[in-house]
């Protein structure tokens, strides 16, 4: 009888090592497929701060300060001779220690200008892809890293073109449904405008648009935007959201965001 208890005891006790072993490597592997980004666009004017000063040390101490995984940048040169023949993104990379992607939209005083990326992962792949642009011709930079794709995006300054802007990024970024798609940049529109309505229906905003962002020096509108594609493959959860008091080194404020990655 009692090798009978022992038995029983001793099944019990395998079982429930089991499940506890089962339980605890589920949650790893819950916790593994989570992961925190932060986020950060930035219209920087090419480094021209509001004392009209070009200043790159400037510019890369308030990314610094932020410290993003990746940053969306807008208004940035690339060997103009407005800039001297320097490459801006180049310029804060190398300050920054993070990868450059370029985004060129137009030809500019015998370079380009355009937007970029900085990330601190390696990017795995670029895509520029033209935006309508009646004033100025635009562009999207979609750049794929290794656990997300980050798109940065400058609009137009007429409204039709923005509306149109939504269509093309929509059907562009269809084909990524196995990572997260995030858009950021300076969208020269305001929370209550048609295009945004319009971009509420596929993406969901994650900062926050009672925050303005513009002009730096007294910001009263929110333009500059941080976006996640609604994908139901993913759950994405706002940490934290900011738009820095930074109101010296461009005439846009840097607005950032701390979101959670998961699979559901």
């Known amino acids: 009888m009692k090798n009978n208890y022992f ?40 480094a021209r701060g509001m004392d009209e000063v070009v200043d790159y040390d400037r510019i890369a101490d308030v990314i610094r300060r932020i410290d993003p995984d990746c940053v969306a940048l807008q208004e940035l040169d690339s060997a103009t001779e407005r800039s001297q023949g320097k490459v801006v993104l180049d310029e804060l990379a190398k300050r920054l220690d993070m ?8 030809a500019y005083q015998g370079g380009k200008y355009g937007i970029g990326v900085l990330s601190k992962a390696k990017p795995l792949r670029t895509e ?18 290794p656990g997300y794709v980050m798109c940065c995006t400058h609009w137009s300054l007429r409204q039709p073109d923005r509306l149109s ?3 093309v990024i929509n059907e562009k970024i269809e084909k990524y449904t196995t990572k997260p798609v995030f858009l950021a940049g300076d969208l020269n529109a305001t929370p209550q405008s048609s295009e945004i309505e319009e971009l509420f229906k596929t993406w969901e905003m994650l900062n926050d648009p009672c925050q303005p962002t513009f002009p730096s020096d007294n910001p009263r509108s929110c333009i500059d935007y941080i976006f996640c594609k609604k994908n139901p493959a993913f759950r994405i959860r706002v940490l934290q959201t900011c738009v820095e008091k930074e109101s010296a080194a461009s005439d846009h404020r840097p607005v950032w965001v701390d979101v959670q990655v998961s699979k559901k």
Do not use: M
Request: with cysteine; proline share 3%.
């Open 99 to 106: 990868y450059a992607s370029y985004g060129p939209s137009i």
């Open 165 to 167: 802007s939504v269509r």
């Open 7 to 46: 038995g029983v005891y001793f099944l019990s006790a395998v079982i429930l090592f089991v499940f506890v072993h089962c339980y605890s490597f589920r949650q790893a592997e819950k916790e593994t497929d989570s992961k925190k980004i932060r986020i950060l666009s930035y219209n920087i004017r090419n």
């Open 128 to 145: 520029i892809v033209q935006l309508p642009g009646s004033e100025e011709k635009r562009s999207l930079l979609v750049v794929e890293l």
